[in-house]
């Protein structure tokens, strides 16, 4: 992973932005990693990764007795209209 501290990362915006595409880039202020750059490719991997990760959670949880979405939805209804 590449790194840059905030200055130079502010001083050469477009070149961290380059970068970010081909792989993630730390920007370091004070010496502390502060936020990662990543291309919007990486951004939407790791997004439907995580939302993978959950449905399969969600669906274990189902199928071990837990109620499913639409089950919760209409106790809700149901509890709201009395």
Do not use: C, Q
């Amino acid at each position: 992973m590449k790194k840059l501290a905030a200055t130079e990362a502010k001083n050469n915006f477009g070149a961290a932005m380059d970068a970010a595409l081909a792989e993630p880039v730390m920007v370091e202020k004070s010496g502390r990693p502060s936020i990662v750059m990543i291309s919007v490719a990486e951004y939407e991997r790791l997004v439907a990764l995580e939302d993978a990760y959950w449905a399969h959670r969600a669906a274990a949880a189902e199928a071990g007795g837990w109620a499913s979405a639409d089950e919760v939805k209409a106790l809700i209804e149901d509890a709201t209209s009395a």
